[in-house]
């Protein structure tokens, strides 16, 4: 895709969206499936961070947006292990980003 319709699209995309949700259903210790969520919330930070192209920083300004009512996968699959509803090698291996969901597990 050409740069210029790469921007159009971007820009389109930031103006557009308003949240967005990724879920997993993971094992839980009952035997069943327990749901594990991610969020994210147009805040005008990740509009700003789309636009400009700072998608880095998009995972950052969602793990710091609880009052918005954002969260990680990565803190939600936490959330489940504390609630005694899944074991930490389901959180590990549910992760997307491993580095943090150690760091998240050893709090």
Not at 29 to 42: F, G, I, Q, T, Y
Not at 55 to 67: F, L, N, P, R
Not at 68 to 87: C, K
Request: proline share 4%; aromatic share 4%; with cysteine.
């Amino acid at each position: 895709m050409p740069p210029v319709e790469q921007e159009r699209v971007k820009n389109r995309l930031a103006d557009i969206l308003r949240c967005v949700i990724s879920q997993k259903l993971v094992p839980a210790l009952d035997s069943n499936r327990v749901l594990a969520k991610e969020v994210m919330v147009m805040t005008p930070s990740i509009k700003a961070a789309i636009k400009n192209n700072n998608t880095s920083e998009i995972y950052q300004m969602i793990a710091e947006s609880k009052k918005y009512g954002m969260t990680t996968i990565e803190q939600d699959l936490a959330r489940l292990y504390v609630q005694r509803r899944i074991s930490r090698e389901t959180a590990m291996n549910f992760a997307n980003n491993k580095r943090r969901m150690q760091q998240l597990l050893n709090v």
